[in-house]
């Protein structure tokens, strides 16, 4: 029994004398670390401390050149004309005058329907309007020896004009037993064969002209007197290589009051036919062209609760300005006030930034660092 209690006294002894060692050790280290931060920075920590060196950063110098304004918005493919082909009257179809996916021309007989019953109509009421001819006829002549009043011959007169309709109508009826191309342009998938009843309801195919084609977008509508019939644009579509440009030829005359748009069309040539209707179409419309702009790249600026914001060097300092923008590209923003021509934007370290932070500049042009803290090189003159 003794010889174990002896054996737990030594364990508490071990354990005791670690924890003391290391609480002895940590609080050395610890005076020696405040003494260190004490010496390097004046009692101060962090950027911008007395006695801390200047914080190295990247900057632009702001330099005004010409800024071609445009919208890129999302449009469709749309047909010159399109039309479903249908019949106007019932009946058998007798012929079909067309190859699917084939090129036809206007005027060109694409279907022919039965028309046997309406030849047959129209010979009988030829017949009947040659014999009312003839009684019309007797009926003048016996008007002019005053056999007949004139009450009689209007009669006979009346009953030729209608028969005359009569067989117009017909006629009219038979003309639409063939189905005629109302444009040229190319015909699609046929639905109906040789044979066939048809009705006029049935849709035997679609015909299409894409030459040219009409591009369909809409542009939010504080865009709107930006806008002008005649205005070229461009477009690419997904799949095909190269841009295709279009002239503006429509614009609606109001704005859309649900989704705020305006509603345009352009026409683009498409001889080859590549261009097809329903696809997708990226465009790019051209607004205004601004001389003196003033571009920074987006990563200088910081949003903030009441605008956005950006740092510049003055006097080898940090200082915060306020800016408003408009357009934005993929790398750039515009400016609209804030910046001048000559003010030193600065692109890295802004996250972490202060005002009167001391900085040391490098720009953009990858000549080095500047050789005094904070001084801004002036914009070359173009040659």
């Given at each position: ?11 508490i002894?071990?354990?005791?004398s670690?924890?003391?060692y ?11 670390a405040g ?9 101060k ?12 950063v ?5 330099t ?9 918005v ?6 010159n004309e ?16 067309f190859s699917?996916?084939s ?5 060109q ?5 039965d ?7 129209l ?8 014999l ?18 004139r009450?009689e ?21 038979l003309?639409?037993?063939?189905v ?6 190319k015909?699609g998938l ?8 048809l ?20 542009v939010?509508?504080?865009?709107a007197?930006q ?10 579509i ?13 614009i609606?005359?109001?704005i859309d009051a ?22 997708f ?5 051209p607004l ?10 987006t990563?200088?600026?910081v949003?903030?609760m009441?605008?956005?914001k ?7 300092k ?16 515009l ?5 001048k021509a ?8 802004i ?7 001391a900085?040391?500049?490098?720009t953009?042009?990858?000549k080095g660092?500047?050789?005094k ?11």
């Open positions: 029994m003794k010889t174990k209690y002896i054996v737990y006294a030594i364990l002894l071990l354990v005791g670690l924890v003391a290391r609480i002895t050790k940590n609080k050395a280290e610890k005076a020696q003494a260190g931060r004490g010496g390097a920075g004046g009692g920590g962090g950027p911008g401390g007395a006695g801390a060196p200047p914080m190295r990247e900057g632009i110098v702001v005004p050149r010409e800024f071609s304004n445009s919208l890129s999302s449009g469709s493919v749309q047909a399109q039309v479903q082909i249908r019949s106007e009257v019932p009946g058998l179809v007798r012929a079909i005058g699917e996916g090129s036809v021309s206007k005027g007989v694409l279907l022919r329907i028309d046997s019953e309406l030849r047959a109509q010979a009988q009421a030829l017949t009947k309007e040659k009312s001819a003839e009684n019309e006829n007797r009926a003048k002549q016996l008007l002019e020896k005053e056999a007949i009043s009450e011959y209007e009669t006979s007169l009346a009953d030729l004009r209608s028969l005359q309709a009569q067989t117009q109508l017909i006629r009219a009826q003309a639409k037993t063939l005629r191309a109302p444009f040229s342009g015909i046929r639905s109906i064969s040789v044979g066939e009843y009705t006029p309801t049935t849709a035997v195919a679609n015909l299409v002209n894409t030459d040219p084609v009409k591009i369909q977008f809409s939010p509508e504080k865009y007197g806008l002008d019939v005649n205005s070229s644009i461009s477009f690419s997904a799949g095909l290589p190269g841009k295709y440009s279009a002239r503006i030829f429509a609606e005359p109001g649900g989704s705020r748009t305006l509603q345009l069309k352009a026409r683009a040539a498409n001889p080859s036919g590549k261009l097809l209707p329903g696809s179409a990226k465009i790019d419309l205004a062209t601004i001389k003196d702009a003033i571009l920074i790249p990563q200088a600026v949003p903030v009441n605008g956005k950006v740092y510049i060097t003055e006097d080898g940090a200082k915060e300005v306020m800016i408003e923008t408009s357009a934005r590209t993929e790398k750039d923003v400016v609209t006030s804030g910046l000559g003010d030193t934007v600065l692109t890295t370290g996250m972490a930034m202060k005002p009167e932070t900085v040391k500049v490098k953009g042009s990858g660092d500047k050789g803290e904070g001084e801004s090189k002036k914009p070359k003159a173009k040659s």
